[in-house]
């Protein structure tokens, strides 16, 4: 079993929609440049109110990867 070891670095990512895609969106554009993601964990969770209304959610992700050997 190798052992791991991992890099852990802090997103935000942001939707109109929900919690759910400002997840996803914070997860699919890191995936354009950052290889061999694990997991991650939501550390914040925010929003924008507007006219009294939800208008923009955004959250805070620690995203653990491993390193290359």
Known sequence: ??????????LVG???DSI????????ARAG??????RWFEVTNTRGFI?????AHY????RVGFTLEE
Do not use: F, G, P
Not at 1 to 10: G, S
Not at 58 to 61: D, S, Y
């Open 32 to 37: 354009k440049t950052v290889r061999n993601m």
């Open 14 to 16: 942001s939707s109109e």
């Open 1 to 10: 079993m190798k052992d791991h070891v991992y890099k852990i670095l802090e």
């Open 20 to 27: 759910e895609e400002a997840i996803e969106n914070a997860i």
């Open 58 to 61: 955004q959250v805070t992700l």
């Open 50 to 54: 507007d006219n009294d209304k939800v």
